[in-house]
C-alpha cells in the first residue's frame, strides 16, 4: 500500500494544514487537516499522482456530492489540484464511530433502532439517485454513527465526493475509477452485478442498503465467508443469511426485495426504497421519541480497518472519517 507523502505541518492549497493522518488507500491519502481561512477542521482526500489523469471526473463528481443537501450525507467542501497535479477533496469533518465498530461492540440490534437508523439513509440515497449520482460503496464502514449531546443518535453516509455519476441522456458513459483487473468495493456488500464487473445502478446501492439493513439485525453481514472467494460466489448465488425470528414480517419482506439478484427484481431506486421503508408499521415505533439511546459517549480506541485502508499505529481516534469506497475500497482482481 502506498504510504503518505505529506508530512503533519504541511500547508496545501495556501489554505489547509495538516495535522494528522487520518488513512491511506488504492487511490489517495486521507488527511486531518485545519482549514486556516475558516478556522475549522476538515478530511483531506488527496489522490495519489497517478490519479491526475481523472482530474476532470473527480471534480465534476464533487460537483455532484456537494449538490446533495441532505443532512444525513457528510458534506463535500471543496475540490482543488494541487501544484503536483494531484486532485484533492476538503470534506466534512465529523466525530463519531463507524456502524461496523458499533456492531462489533453492542452486536445485533432490535428492528425498532435499525429502521429508525437507516430512514435516514434512504433518504440521502433517494436525493442522490434524483441526481443521477450512485454511491457504489454503501456498507458499515461508509456510515457513521454520531451522538451529540442532548440530540438522538444518528447515521451519517461518507464518501459521496468520488462516487459514480451515471451517464447523462446521450452522453457516452463514465469512465471506471479502478486499477486494469481490479474492482474496488467491499465484497460482503457488494451487489451481484458489481461482483461480477457489470455496470452498477441505484439499483446497486438499495441491494447494499439491504445487506447493511440486514447485518444491523443480525450482526454480521448476510453474505458472510471466510475469503474473498467465497463471499463473492454467496453474493451471485446464494441466498442470503434468515432475519432473526422476531423481526417483522413486512421488514424481512423488504430486505428480501432489496437483495434481489437482478437488479430489475430490486426497488429501483432511493426514492422507491423509502416510500417501501416509509410504510414499514415498525417505523411508527422507530418515530417515537421515547425510544431509549444506546450507550452513549463510548469511544473506540483500538486501530480499526477501514476499507483497505488502515491508521498509523498508535493513532487515538475519537474522530472517524471514510477511507473507504472509491478512495480506498478493497481492491479485488477481477475472475
Known sequence: MTQPTIAPGERLAGRYRVESVLGTGGMGCVYRA???????????KVMHAAMAAHAGRFEREARAGAAIGHPAAVRVLA???????????ALEFVEGESLSALLRREGPMGAVRAVALMRPIA??????????VVHRDLKPENLLWTRS??????LRLLDFGIAGLEAAEGEAPVEKLTVTGQVFGTPEYMAPEQAMGKKTSPATDVWAFGAVLAAMLNGRSPFHGAHVPEILFRVVNAAPEALPSEAPGALAELVAACLQKSPADRPPNGEALLARLEALPVLEAARSPTLAPPSAGVV??????LGAATRPPGLRRPILFAVGGALG???????
Open 34 to 44: 485545519l482549514d486556516e481561512s475558516l478556522g475549522r477542521p476538515v478530511a483531506l
Open 79 to 89: 475540490f482543488g489540484i494541487l501544484e503536483d497535479a494531484r486532485p484533492y477533496l
Open 123 to 132: 433518504g440521502v440515497l433517494a436525493e442522490a439517485h434524483a441526481r443521477g
Open 149 to 154: 449531546p442532548g440530540m438522538p443518535e444518528a
Open 300 to 305: 473506540p480506541t483500538a486501530p480499526e480497518r
Open 329 to 335: 475500497g478493497a481492491a479485488l482482481v477481477a475472475a
